[in-house]
């Protein structure tokens, strides 16, 4: 395939969740340059992957056959440091802007920001192994940046609307993307080296756990929208609350 065409099979899987995720933003939509500008923040965030992991990479030496260290290599070395170089991003800058005004915006800018790190990344995954790959993760790794983007979102939306919680809701935020990240990364990881057959079938229950999760939180944060009464759209508009339910509403 030449180079536009691979160029347009790296992008498509992240533009298009990103589309998906803006359009499921029912009753009151963020401008299109604050996420386009979300996106962009999501492919700065590969950078500072990069720069945490470089010496994290050189003062711990993990071994590929060992399925100890590989744990370690999924849920620190890779989960962690690239689900806390987003929520750097989504935490500390698109939390306080203004537009983020109601629950479901977390998952917006959380998704927008992950989808520009899982698009970089795609990009170079596709210009070094070319066309199978491109197709493969189009099904699987960006997909499941999209899930850690949701669960991570999820619960921001609810630190921001729920400020005597907030500092433990960010930090459920960031354990709950690099749980589900680490857990997907780590089945990858071992499959190689495994003598179990099929257990990379565990990278994809991982994926579709954080699939059914990300569906049912976006579900609940369009029923807490303050903005529904406002939407003529909606028959019988209840209440307007701030209250996004429990954490056991997941």
Known sequence: MNIPGLLALALAPGVAIALYIYLKDKH???PLGLLLLSFIYGALSTLATTIISIPVNILVITQPDSVVDQ?????????????????????????FNRN???????????????????????????????????????FTAVPAHATFGVLMGYFIGKAKFSPANGLFLSFFALLTATVFHGSYDYFWF??????????????IASLFAGFVLSRKAIRLHQQASP????????????????DTGDLKDL
């Open 100 to 138: 983020f005004n109601e629950p479901f915006d977390g998952i917006v800018y959380a998704v927008m920001v992950s989808m520009g790190f899982a698009t970089v990344e795609n990009v170079l995954y596709v210009f070094h192994y070319g066309l199978p790959t491109g197709v493969l993760r189009m």
């Open 71 to 95: 744990f370690y290599n999924a849920f620190f070395k890779v989960a962690l440091i690239e689900e806390f170089s987003k929520f750097i991003f989504v935490r500390f800058i698109l939390y």
């Open 190 to 203: 071992i499959s190689g080296s495994s003598h179990w057959a099929g257990i990379g079938l565990g990278a």
């Open 28 to 30: 009151e939509r963020e």
């Open 227 to 242: 903005f529904i009464a406002q939407d003529p759209k909606t028959e019988e508009a209840p209440e307007a609350t701030n």
